[in-house]
């Protein structure tokens, strides 16, 4: 065999991934995070609490009750910016006590809201809001994860319906307090290739609750350090996007083709319908005498191979619908 294939844990084969969420998706965001973001070019990721869009906040005793829940437009308007929104159930309450409206329900009415698919669904409150019975009607609407209330990093074999999340807070909650820190979790996540996910709500000059929250020039400081300390290992990006991947390199199917040449088909086997972006970035062992003018056959047509190592090419392959692959070269 000259070639191996191997899909990388990341697109791009960046080393690992970054993604930041704001509980709630509320409109004061315009006012301080939002500006952040555009200024350093990068995405966020807001968890809508469906039945109470483009009102004023009032849930039980919620810290930020009294702020604005966006509305259509302001989502419309993070989308367009390359944002992503998940769906933060409809009450913001037990979600169990009536799981067609928290699940199904509210991920109809988002969709219909923002004109895009919802995903993503973000346990509110607590990790009692991510049940096997709620997992099972996630599955059901056509969710790809469920992201919890714990701190910690994704590895590369996370169970997407119980995705961790990083407390990017000015000061941790009970029953261990701990204080803000940029780097937090940054060179965990580089040493095991992981995926941070950031949990917050609305960082600003003033917060309403430390416990939940951390101040704007806190904020800038943590998006600076997952940048530059990232530089061009990371990969920033939604939830969406991440997930996406992540499902097709699980669903990779990799074979020899029928023909008598040394050639591979590529195909998602089984892949789940929500996934919209069915791309996967796969490295290419080749042999010594490919590697001075190599060149990737898709179906028979030629494409520059990328040398990244000495012996591997690297390639991100559109697979919405199988592909045969080859490699050419030669030692002149």
């Known amino acids: 065999?000259?070639?191996?294939?191997?899909?990388?844990?990341?697109?791009?084969?960046?080393?690992?991934?970054?993604?930041?969420?704001?509980?709630?998706?509320?409109?004061?965001?315009?006012?301080?995070?939002?500006?952040?973001?555009?200024?350093?070019?990068?995405?966020?990721?807001?968890e809508v609490v469906v039945g109470q869009m483009g009102q004023v906040r009032q849930i039980g005793n919620s810290s930020y009750n009294g702020y604005h829940h966006m509305g259509a437009d302001r989502l419309r308007e993070l989308i367009d910016m390359g944002w992503g929104v998940g769906n933060h159930s409809w009450s913001h309450g037990i979600v169990e006590e009536n799981l067609d409206l928290e699940i199904r329900q509210a991920k109809q009415v988002l969709e219909e809201a923002i004109g895009q698919r919802v995903t993503v669904y973000t346990a509110p409150g607590s990790n009692a809001n991510i049940t096997p019975a709620i997992t099972a009607a996630l599955q059901e609407s056509g969710y790809l994860c469920a992201l919890s209330v714990t701190d910690d990093i994704n590895r590369p074999d996370a169970d997407l319906w119980f995705l961790n999340r990083a407390s990017n807070l000015h000061q941790a909650w009970t029953p261990l307090f701990s204080a803000f820190d940029p780097h937090h979790r940054l060179m965990q996540a580089q040493r095991e290739s992981g995926w941070v996910i950031d949990y917050c709500h609305c960082p600003a000059p003033s917060i309403p609750h430390e416990s939940k929250d951390l101040y704007i020039d806190e904020h800038r400081a943590r998006l600076h350090a997952v940048v530059e300390s990232g530089g061009d290992e990371?990969?920033?990006?939604?939830?969406?996007?991440?997930?996406?991947?992540?499902?097709?390199?699980?669903?990779?199917?990799?074979?020899?083709?029928?023909?008598?040449?040394?050639?591979?088909?590529?195909?998602?086997?089984?892949?789940?319908?929500?996934?919209?972006?069915?791309?996967?970035?796969?490295?290419?062992?080749?042999?010594?005498?490919?590697?001075?003018n190599p060149y990737i056959m898709l179906n028979g047509q030629p494409q520059p191979g990328l040398l990244v190592t000495g012996s591997a090419l690297r390639a991100t392959l559109d697979l919405s619908q199988p592909v045969t692959l080859s490699v050419g070269g030669s030692s002149q």
């Not at 000259?2 to 791009?12: A, E, S």
């Not at 709630?24 to 966020?44: N, Q, R, S």
Request: aromatic content about 8%; hydrophobic content about 40%.
């Open 234 to 292: 990371v990969w920033i990006a939604t939830a969406e996007e991440i997930l996406d991947y992540i499902v097709c390199r699980r669903h990779l199917q990799i074979e020899p083709a029928a023909s008598g040449q040394e050639s591979y088909r590529l195909r998602l086997r089984d892949l789940p319908v929500p996934v919209a972006s069915r791309q996967v970035t796969v490295d290419i062992e080749v042999a010594p005498n490919l590697r001075r």
């Open 1 to 46: 065999m000259n070639i191996q294939i191997t899909p990388t844990t990341w697109k791009h084969g960046k080393e690992w991934a970054y993604t930041v969420t704001y509980d709630e998706a509320l409109t004061e965001l315009f006012d301080h995070t939002v500006p952040l973001h555009e200024e350093l070019g990068i995405p966020g990721h807001v």
